[in-house]
């Protein structure tokens, strides 16, 4: 797919990785960008379509489809993260995260895909994580969810090759982004992200791994849960002790 004259939604672009994406997509040459949040006041950014939407929000991802019906990128980016355990921690803010990070970016899927076919398939970025792949105290409601949200970026791949959409994954570990804000590392910049996951998109990749930190988690995978969770272990006590 070609960047040039596309024209891209992104969700929660009103800061972090959203606004990046955005930015970066104007700059890139597509035709047309809509830019949303659920505080559509809070984009800032020129040359973009500003549009309300809450993707936790069946009715406001209806209502978005509805006003942006020449779609042929779509980045579910926006995401949230509660810092909540699965054991000891609030139920409904689980929940709150599974409803936003796994069936808010299904339902925009769900949503945009006629849209995408109409307009000859087009591209689909889930911006997932690193934590896709592995949990941490404190915030394993975003390991599942993330995780959830891999598995449902891989299915919905299989299902929309048919139409001709691509379906691409994009894994990081820590961006320089409000929600890292109390990680004293070094962290991805939101523009290179966009840049990677972009460049993606134009090289049909299903999968991209935007930084060091996703592709050396993933080079664990074939350990064993012991193997991984002590090189998990040592690795995060490196990243915050660097």
């Known amino acids: 797919m070609d960047i040039t004259n596309s024209v891209a939604l992104v969700t929660g672009a009103n800061r972090g990785l959203g606004r990046a994406f955005a930015q970066r997509l104007l700059e890139r040459g597509a035709r047309k960008v809509y830019a949303t949040a659920r505080r559509p006041e809070t984009v800032d950014l020129p040359g973009v379509e500003v549009l309300p939407l809450d993707i936790a929000d069946a009715a406001s991802v209806k209502a978005a489809a509805a006003l942006a019906p020449d779609v042929s990128l779509l980045v579910n980016n926006a995401g949230i993260q509660t810092g909540t355990d699965l054991v000891t921690g609030s139920l409904d803010a689980v929940r709150h995260e599974l409803e936003t990070n796994v069936f808010g970016h299904l339902g925009m899927i769900r949503e945009f895909a006629p849209a995408l076919a109409r307009n000859g398939g087009g591209a689909i ?75 993606g998109v134009e090289a049909g990749s299903a999968e991209v791994l935007a930084d060091q930190w996703s592709r050396d988690v993933k080079s664990r995978l074939p350990l064993t849960p012991e193997e991984f969770n002590t090189a998990m272990d040592r690795a995060l006590a490196a990243l915050t002790a660097a």
């Open 125 to 199: 970025v889930n911006v997932l994580s690193a934590m896709s792949w592995f949990g941490v105290k404190g915030a394993n409601a975003y390991h599942l969810t993330k995780a959830a949200a891999w598995a449902m970026t891989n299915g919905v791949r299989l299902e929309l090759a048919e139409q001709g959409t691509l379906v691409t994954a994009v894994h990081l570990g820590l961006a320089d982004t409000d929600m890292s804000a109390g990680w004293p590392v070094d962290k991805l910049a939101p523009s290179d992200l966009a840049d990677a996951a972009l460049d």
